[in-house]
């Protein structure tokens, strides 16, 4: 089955820095990857996705990268705010899987003011 | 437009004792997905239901089912409660099975089981 790895476990940067998380998928097969977080107390939040046939999305301070050959894709976030603290999940499906995700394992985001 | 929602909340219970979880989708949504967070294991998928089927299942014993009903609702239980089940159980909801930009899955709060 599929795998994600997600690194790192820990990011702390002062605010206004920008931050990188990276993930590998090994399932040749996946197609679509979304990023979710999630904050204290609450369930994951979808704040982008990318499907297997786009290299970059961007929206506002967030961009996805997605490098299908190296199977890996990578979130990042520019001008880093306080309110951007919080637990990051990779993930990736196929289209036969239905609304199966696979999650990487989460990276804790610590914005310092 | 309420999100998802699940209850209890919270729940306490002892080994070998059953429970089950609930969770209401957006309105409209059809698909509902459980997955369990823990943090040694992080989050796994459990099961998906949609139009009341059961269309994918996880690594997960037979002791964890579900089952959704014709308002696309879902309950998910677990029997023979044991240590390790102490998680946080999550529902997702989407218009239909499958991921895509235009099939967001919105998750609950969460249900915080706690196994004595």
């Known amino acids: 089955g599929e795998n994600v790895e997600q690194h790192p476990s820990t990011l702390s940067v002062q605010e206004g820095d920008s931050a990188v998380i990276k993930c590998t998928y090994s399932d040749s097969a996946s197609n679509y990857f979304p990023w979710y977080k999630q904050e204290l107390g609450k369930g994951p939040q979808l704040i982008i996705d990318i499907r297997s046939n786009v290299g970059e999305k961007k929206d506002q301070r967030i961009a996805v990268t997605l490098n299908k050959t190296a199977k890996h894709f990578s979130l990042h976030i520019t001008e880093t705010q306080p309110e951007d603290s919080a637990v990051y999940f990779c993930?990736?499906?196929?289209?036969?899987?239905?609304?199966?995700?696979?999650f990487g394992e989460g990276t804790q985001l610590t914005v310092n003011p | 437009k309420a999100g998802v929602t699940q209850t209890p909340r919270y729940l306490i219970k002892t080994r070998g004792q059953q429970v089950t979880l609930s969770c209401s989708p957006i309105?409209?949504?059809?698909?509902v997905s459980w997955y369990q967070q823990t943090p040694g294991q992080g989050l796994q998928f459990l099961f998906e239901?949609?139009?009341?089927?059961?269309?994918n299942k996880g690594n997960f014993p037979g002791r964890f089912s579900g089952r959704q009903f014709s308002n696309s609702r879902s309950e998910m239980n677990v029997s023979t409660l044991e240590l390790g089940d102490s998680a946080l159980y999550l529902c997702?909801?989407?218009?239909?099975?499958?991921?895509?930009?235009?099939?967001?899955?919105?998750f609950g709060p969460g249900t915080r089981l706690t196994v004595l």
């Open positions: 239901y949609f139009s009341e089927t059961q269309r």
């Open positions: 309105s409209g949504h059809r698909s």
């Open positions: 997702a909801s989407s218009l239909l099975p499958g991921g895509a930009s235009y099939n967001e899955q919105f």
């Open positions: 993930a990736a499906s196929r289209e036969t899987s239905g609304s199966r995700l696979t």
